[in-house]
DNA sequence: GGCGAATCGTGAATCAGATTCAAAAATTAA
DNA sequence: TTAATTTTTGAATCTGATTCACGATTCGCC
């Protein structure tokens, strides 16, 4: 069935197209100007056509978090193959990366926000949903990896915690200065200066709090801003 | 001048009205399908009328969340009553009062979470925005006044943050663990069972990193189930 | 009270843009 | 080559937010 394949290939190839476009747009516009009619257009197909790959707008904007999730899955690939550094090196350099992520792909990042909300979430087709779950798998594998290898190496201790319920830790903790600081204004109005520095901060307080070994001095800003430029020299030597 | 005043105070009732008829739409078929024109039809107002006090449907969102915000602070305003407890204790009751005002008001939840986004922040008036911040005042004050108590009782130390961004810590938390468990099937993809109590448990453990006295031990799920419960019962009475 | 000016409320009309679907085109099968 | 099937098309539909010209109301002043 060499002509099946095809038309698959090709069908995946023109759903690429059209999310490369949505994301073209998305550079010129932000996401909230996007346009069905105008990205179909822009690669040369009717309106119902994008609608074949799509079964709304929310759905392809999922889609195209989904896509920009590659990137992302890309940078904890960097920290997995980063064995230099203790485990607890590790998770924290997670965390850098992430952070990094986000500074550098302001769009991507208030568009997971936008489609990680309810609302939007629940718009989109269950097969899209299935998918976004499916590709924070690897992130899930990587993140625990570490974990486990913690355990392993006696760094860290479970106390009745699985390696992914010891994971949501120091993502929670990721995750809500994310969403704080995407609330505009609400640091400048909470008098704090420094939101980078107050994230590492948190993320070594959650690990020490966690009991993972070597402990950090939370005060010893120094030696905090030192790992931090070793992280991002050592690990995420392409950004 | 006392007719300016009324006038005023007329025009506060107005919107009153039109927030009260608003969230009466969103109890009855979620906030997204609520439309400017049946607010305002159910107030006996034209259209055009709702527009003089909001600038946009996303304007009006922000306002009802910042109204419903009310009864949030209400919760924290609780837990300053509660003088029994221990530094420690009272923050950790802002995190139980924080996830079970979530519980029981998702409309409301998902709603916050839905402005918070940039997209809609963004599209909201300044002055609003403006309103949104304020309101949350009282929170940041009644979170920073715990913890600035526990600096002087020696519970805890600052190690250079001030009491606000120390407080930044359980907040993003609990932000955190909130944002997570509002992606429907996220949790159940991780395998993770007991979401509430995994974020007891975060909770726990950050403050415990932060070196929040008198320690917990993280393992003893008995003694956090009855602090729990505890605080159900003596701080949140009318829940 | 009466008058013009200013403000307010109205809701039909406008506008934007997502979504649909009947017809046309292309492809496949016989 | 023709008929059946699938795919594509894009104009038409539909929903619902937003606007604005108009009439009603109130205000300040005489």
Redesign the pocket.
């Known amino acids: 069935m060499s ?1 099946k394949e095809r ?1 698959q290939r ?2 995946a190839e ?1 759903e690429e197209r059209f999310l490369a476009a949505a994301e073209a747009c998305i550079r010129e516009e932000g996401f909230l ?6 990205i ?1 257009r822009l690669c ?9 790959h ?7 904007l999922l889609a195209l978090a989904n896509r920009g999730n590659e990137a992302h899955v890309e940078l904890f690939r960097q920290v997995q193959r980063w064995t230099a550094g203790s485990t607890r090196d590790r998770m924290f350099a997670i965390a850098v990366g992430d952070f990094d992520f986000a500074q550098r792909n302001p769009e991507h990042t208030k568009l997971l926000q936008y489609v990680h909300t309810r609302a939007v979430w629940e ?1 989109a087709s269950p097969q899209r949903r299935e998918q976004a779950l499916t590709c924070t798998g690897p992130v899930g594998e990587i993140v625990t990896g570490i974990v486990r290898e913690a355990l392993e190496a006696g760094e860290l201790e479970a106390r009745g915690l699985s390696p992914m319920e010891l994971a949501c830790g120091p993502w929670s903790v990721c995750e809500g200065m994310q969403a704080l600081s995407q609330v505009q204004g609400l640091f400048e109005a909470l008098r704090i200066e420094d939101p980078e520095r107050l994230r590492f901060r948190q993320v070594v307080n959650h690990l020490n709090g966690m009991g993972w070994q070597p402990l950090w001095d939370p005060a010893d800003q120094a030696a905090l801003e030192q790992l931090v430029s070793r992280i991002r020299t050592e690990v995420f030597t392409d950004l």
């Open positions: 002509t038309k090709e069908f023109r100007n996007l346009q069905m009619a105008r179909a040369d197909y009717a309106t119902g056509t994008l609608y074949q799509f079964s709304s707008k929310e759905d392809l718009s």
